[in-house]
């Protein structure tokens, strides 16, 4: 499974992530793909996202249980600590 959020997304890109995700809330989109597709997905939301901000979010064999990636600005960022990732606010 994987979970993208996207905040002042473009509405072309908004358009694109509803044919691929069904868009649970505004700015929240869900579906069930392989690595291959969540890549191609997720290519299309970094070269579309502008001035806005996306995370992505996806199931994976890690301790967590999933794992993530970001773009854009936003007071978030991913930070490792031994091998676990978490999010911590930006100074």
């Known amino acids: 499974m994987m ?3 996207v905040e002042n997304a473009p509405p072309r890109l908004r358009g ?3 044919l691929w995700l069904a868009e ?3 700015g929240v989109y ?3 793909y ?3 597709t969540r890549e191609r997905i997720w290519s299309e939301v970094k070269s579309l996202i502008g001035d806005g901000n996306a995370v992505i979010a996806w199931s994976a064999p890690t301790d967590s249980g ?3 990636d970001a773009i854009g600005e936003s007071r ?3 930070a ?3 091998g676990l990732t978490l999010v911590r606010f930006k100074p």
């Open 34 to 36: 392989a690595r291959r």
């Open 80 to 82: 490792d600590f031994d």
């Open 76 to 78: 978030r960022e991913p």
């Open 66 to 68: 999933f794992a993530f």
């Open 24 to 26: 649970a809330r505004a």
């Open 3 to 5: 979970v993208i959020v």
């Open 30 to 32: 869900v579906g069930v």
């Open 16 to 18: 694109r992530l509803s």
